[in-house]
């Protein structure tokens, strides 16, 4: 490495041939005496400019500095001063009128440093140095801003600045020009968007060689006329034409910036035959309210009349032209958009495989899946206006990983429909990105498809389906998130793997012999891994596909204990999906669960006899306990009554409920079973219900009715009313009081009370009355 020996401190800088992790030895010493000192290493960015074949093009303001620094260079010069400096940067200013004034200062600014600069025309080198330099003090009588007079346009001005004092840190740097051609300048005549106005350049007062021309060639004593345009869009589209077929050749030129401090857009000669135009590309196109400076001169010394006009666009810029401002799609859902004016380009992202030449505008989408690897399919076959191409992506807009892309599927229109190993899990978000073929840009519609099913409550370990030994489940593994992948207790997972579904299943039995299997049936080639443990820890492989059911699933485990938790993972070979079957029985001697048991049906009798205090009785009968059978292999169960009625008890009415239970060879239990008999009463035994007739019996005297003469009339037999009992007894009406037949009875009412009588003896509890009128 080289030491700068111009530094009053001992400097040293590796440059970029030093590659990295190489060890760098350092020896310090003082050259002398002994004493401490501080070493630092420090890792930092080389200024870009510290030669000054390297210097940084500034350009003249009126308003502002430009704020730099010389920290870290590792360059120095011979200053105009004949002083070697510490550590230096370069800039570069080329004038742009002739016989200007320059005004160059770091005076009124913050500082780190103190700064000095040097300038040299249009050289490196001490040959090319103005007299003196600055007063790093700012103090008068030395000039500071420092004045550079009288040089012709297109002057470079070299400008060295460095620390009066070795030092490095952050400094300010302004540069102003003040010419004759900004008298004309701030005269110009203003234009309006669209508007044509008529000019001339006869009788202008400034020539084309008093300003430096974009390209750097002034033109000799071209009158000029100046014109001034603010910008009333956001980077639209903007040109300045004079093509009107006019007397004077013209020639335009275009600034922006302030009269003193003019920046070149573009120039033009003949874009319309002697006529100009200037439009501005895509990349040059300017925010809203800048003010542009249009110079219109000829290309020799001629002035002549002309016509010019300035037509500027808005340009409508997508608002989905960049990924970071993607905007939602939703399944099913057709969007219409325009790539036109996108500020994104194809060829600016390196995606998929779309060819490095293609430029077109990039619009951006994005979709969340709505299920678990749904079939998802983009397209842009319906309502596009030119040769549109698909992207779609996975990832964040910093790292898109592509997915799909296609260009014509569907005439000159595109579809991406994703592989089976591309599909996501729901909620994955896709990044769209819609484009064309070369430069082709345009209207389009884009819909995103996706179909799926919902994602299944046993999709995962945590959350198994109970299965029993003998049932039967009809199912399938469409939707679940969880793949065959990452399920290997069994098996060592290999590619994109097939949705898994999850079962539960306890043994029931010591030394038992169970299988489980697909082989009813599936739509698919099903695969079966059986193992013990948990779902987030250590899991034990207890049984794997036995290849019985040929591609449907089987496993037989057997030397497992009663209650072990078996989880059944059920997918497909590679990444299919489809319908199954799954069952599971458990082969053992006796059912440790019990036999199954048929309980005898319940049933009623009716009372036929009287029993102690005037009650109506029945005798229970012989009946049947049910039926029972045992799911072992060689094992025979019993039925026995554990309470309620036997045969032979007497009982009165009510419902009496007999309990009893199997028990198989192996002494287990099955649940209690029980069933009820009904005794009912044949008679009410409150007695029957007594209907008396409702109309009243009338009955008239006569003159015969007694000897002595005196009217009177005889109770005729007459029908009072019935009675009703329950549906197997019967009952009898009978008279308690009143008027019998063959009574006389004298004018006046009387009343008949009646009652009724049942089978086994009950009265009614409310007998009724019958009215008898004599008249």
């Not at 469409?478 to 990452?486: D, N, T």
């Not at 009554?641 to 009496?656: F, I, K, M, N, R």
Request: hydrophobic letters at 35%; a negative charge; charged letters at 15%.
């Amino acid at each position: 490495p080289v030491q700068n020996p111009s530094f009053p401190y001992a400097r040293i800088v590796l440059d970029g041939s030093v590659s990295l992790n190489t060890d760098v030895l350092i020896a310090a010493y003082v050259s002398a005496d002994t004493g401490t000192f501080k070493v630092t290493a420090t890792r930092v960015p080389a200024p870009e400019n510290e030669s000054c074949t390297d210097a940084i093009e500034i350009f003249a303001d009126i308003s502002s500095p430009v704020v730099r620094s010389n920290s870290f260079s590792v360059n120095s010069i011979t200053d105009c001063a004949s002083e070697v400096t510490g550590p230096v940067v370069f800039y570069r200013f080329v004038t742009q009128f002739p016989n200007s004034q320059i005004d160059i200062t770091t005076c009124g600014f913050p500082q780190e440093i103190q700064p000095v600069y040097s300038i040299f025309i249009d050289s490196c080198f001490a040959a090319g140095c103005l007299d003196t330099i600055n007063d790093p003090d700012c103090n008068i009588p030395t000039s500071n801003p420092y004045v550079v007079r009288d040089q012709p346009s297109g002057t470079e001005l070299n400008i060295a600045v460095y620390d009066d004092n070795f030092g490095e840190g952050e400094f300010s740097l302004k540069v102003q020009e003040l010419g004759q051609f900004i008298g004309e300048c701030g005269g110009a005549t203003r234009l309006r968007n669209r508007v044509q106005i008529p000019g001339t350049t006869e009788g202008a007062s400034a020539t084309w060689d008093l300003l430096r021309s974009c390209g750097g060639n002034p033109v000799t004593a071209s009158p000029s006329a100046f014109y001034v345009y603010t910008t009333e869009t956001s980077f639209g589209d903007l040109t300045i034409s004079t093509c009107f077929g006019n007397e004077l050749d013209t020639y335009i030129t275009l600034f922006s910036g302030s009269c003193s401090a003019l920046t070149c857009r573009g120039e033009n000669n003949d874009a319309c035959g002697q006529d100009a135009r200037i439009t501005l590309a895509e990349d040059e196109r300017l925010p809203f309210g800048t003010d542009l400076y249009i110079v219109v001169h000829s290309p020799d010394t001629s002035a002549g009349a002309f016509n010019i006009v300035v037509e500027e666009t808005e340009i409508i810029v997508p608002s989905n032209g960049e990924c970071v401002n993607a905007d939602q799609l939703f399944n099913n859902q057709f969007v219409a958009g325009s790539t036109d004016n996108s500020p994104t380009l194809r060829n600016s992202v390196e995606l998929c495989d779309v060819p490095a030449t293609n430029d077109s505008p990039t619009v951006f989408y994005y979709y969340f899946t709505e299920f678990n690897y749904g079939d998802i399919t983009v397209d842009s076959c319906d309502g596009t206006a030119f040769d549109s191409y698909l992207s779609v992506f996975v990832g964040d807009c910093d790292t898109l990983q592509c997915i799909g892309t296609n260009d014509n599927a569907c005439g000159s229109s595109a579809r991406v429909t994703l592989a089976a190993d591309e599909r996501q899990i729901r909620g994955t978000r896709l990044t769209i990105a819609v484009h064309g073929s070369g430069s082709d840009f345009g209207f389009f519609g884009l819909t995103v498809s996706e179909i799926g099913v919902n994602e299944p409550s046993n999709g995962n370990c945590f959350n198994p389906i109970t299965i029993q030994a003998g049932e039967t489940i009809f199912d399938s593994n469409f939707g679940s998130a969880v793949l065959s992948s990452a399920v290997e207790p069994c098996v060592t997972a290999t590619g994109v793997g097939s949705p898994v579904v999850f079962y539960r299943y306890v043994v029931q039995a010591n030394d038992s012999s169970i299988t489980i299997d697909t082989c009813l049936g599936a739509s698919f080639d099903t695969v079966l891994q059986v193992f013990t443990g948990t779902c987030d820890g250590a899991q034990q492989c207890v049984g794997i596909d036995n290849g019985e059911c040929g591609n449907l699933g089987s496993v037989s485990v057997s030397g497992v204990n009663a209650g072990t938790e078996l989880f059944i993972a059920v997918h497909g070979v590679d990444s299919e999906v489809g319908r199954f079957v799954l069952r599971v029985n458990e082969d053992f001697e006796c059912d440790p669960n019990g036999p199954e048991y048929e309980c005898s049906l319940s049933f009623a009798l009716k009372t036929d006899q009287k029993c102690g205090n005037d009650e109506q009785c029945a005798t229970i009968p012989s009946f049947d306990l049910g039926y029972c059978y045992d799911r072992g292999t060689d094992c025979n169960c019993s039925i026995s009554q554990t309470s309620g009625v036997q045969p032979g008890d007497e009982v009165t009415a009510g419902l009496y409920e007999v309990h009893s239970v199997a028990i198989n060879d192996g002494g287990f239990s099955s649940d209690l079973c029980s069933f009820r008999i009904n005794v009912l009463n044949t008679c009410n035994p409150v007695g029957p219900e007594v209907l008396c007739r409702t109309d009243p019996i009338r009955l008239f005297t006569t003159a015969s009715c007694s000897l002595d003469g005196t009217r009177c009339a005889k109770m005729k037999d007459s029908f009072l009313g019935t009675c009703r009992d329950f549906t197997e007894c019967s009952c009898s009406v009978s008279q308690l009081s009143g008027p019998i037949p063959g009574e006389k009875l004298l004018p006046g009412a009387y009343f008949i009370e009646l009652t009724a009588t049942n089978d086994v003896g009950y009265s009614s509890s409310k007998p009724c009355q019958v009215k008898v009128e004599v008249s």
